[in-house]
């Protein structure tokens, strides 16, 4: 028997898609099935003002095969040395969707992020005076905090702080880990929503070290215990609107992964809607799919839903998605839920 659901066409509310090679390789992956995103600031060197949004946004839109529609919605990497004008001026433009910030350290290409977040002040109180958007990799980076603890410690020392010295600069708390993360989010009234990734609604940190480790499965933040999992599952198929989609897929070929020093990224593009789909049925809420997935997130960024949709189909038979994909400079693994999905996204 088949069964199918309709929904607006979805977006992606944090991605990654490098550059190069590997941009040519990952963004059809993307650009099938959604519509627009949220593009991740943190290349080598990263993209730090207007103009280099501008000409990262016109390599993706080079690199975009004929025929596919996709609007990268382009993201500032905050420094202590950014210019509020320049994020005034590209927001003004319509160039600039979101300005990310990342702790100095705390993931890929995160060095150049703030150490002292007295030295961003000047940029977030411009930033709330335009009601641009702060997206916010919630991680301490302090060695002594254990790595399970850091998102939690975040929210208490640097979060909450930040968004009491201004209340009305939006804030995303991206790929929130932890129940913690959920309840921080749930507990504020206004400006401040959370994406969650589809690879944390799926593993738990057993998943990444238990039998054997599984460097496929190691993204930052870290996956947490089973309870923090299934608060997520809770939070993003409840309805809740200060809850969406942000995948985090983030590609990195094979070699880098399956290292001594593995690389932090789950792959999740080719396969996120369908993945998407059997978890929230599983929870009896495919009905809040397109909540999650295609209408929260444009409310939270005040831009309107897409006007076309997409079709997700069930079948009798598992679905068959690619092991892999191929780019110039190596192969990037697939996100594997490690059970067999029957959802396609038809
Ligand atoms: O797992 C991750 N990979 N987390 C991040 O925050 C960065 C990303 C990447 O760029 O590879
Ligand atoms: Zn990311």
């Known amino acids: ?137 919630g991680e301490v980076t302090n060695h002594e905090v254990d790595i399970f603890d850091r998102e939690a410690v975040f929210i208490e020392t640097v979060l909450d702080p930040i968004r009491k010295a201004n209340p009305d600069l939006k804030v995303v708390m991206e790929h929130i880990t932890t129940k913690d993360g959920v309840d921080y989010a749930k507990s504020n009234e206004k400006n401040l929503s959370a994406t969650i990734t589809t690879h944390h609604l799926i593993i738990n940190r057993n998943h990444i070290l238990a039998g054997g480790i599984k460097p496929h499965y190691y993204c930052l933040p870290v996956a947490k215990r089973e309870n923090h999992r299934l608060a997520l599952v809770e939070a993003a198929t409840s309805g809740d609107k200060r809850f969406f989609l942000g995948t985090d897929s983030a590609p990195h070929v094979d070699p880098a992964k399956e290292s001594g020093c593995g690389c932090a990224g789950c792959f999740t593009a080719t396969n996120t809607m369908a993945l998407l789909a059997h978890v929230f049925e599983e929870e009896g809420a495919l009905d809040k799919l397109e909540g999650f997935a295609s209408l929260n997130g444009p409310a939270h960024y005040g831009l309107p839903v897409n006007q076309d949709k997409i079709t997700l189909v069930k079948s009798d038979k598992p679905t068959v998605f690619p092991a892999k994909i191929e780019s110039g400079d190596g192969p990037v693994t697939v996100f594997d839920p490690g059970y067999p999905v029957y959802w396609d996204v038809k």
């Not at 990262?56 to 993201?75: C, E, N």
């Not at 590209?90 to 969707?97: C, I, P, R």
Request: net charge negative; glycine share 6%.
């Open 1 to 137: 028997m088949t069964q199918s659901l309709t929904i607006a066409r979805p977006d992606d509310w944090h991605l990654h898609l490098r550059d190069g090679a590997m941009l040519q390789a990952v963004l059809p992956e993307t650009a099938r099935h959604f519509q627009r995103a949220i593009i991740m600031p943190n290349l080598v060197p990263p993209v730090v003002t207007g103009a280099q949004a501008k000409a990262y946004k016109d390599r993706i839109m080079a690199a975009l095969p004929d025929g596919m529609s996709f609007d990268p919605l382009m993201v500032l990497y905050l420094t202590e040395d950014t210019d509020p004008e320049d994020v005034a001026a590209a927001h003004a433009s319509g160039l600039v969707k979101a300005v990310k910030l990342y702790p100095a350290g705390a993931t890929t290409n995160s060095a150049s992020g703030v150490k002292d977040f007295d030295k961003v002040r000047p940029v977030l109180d411009k930033m709330a005076e335009i009601g641009l958007n702060l997206c916010i990799h």
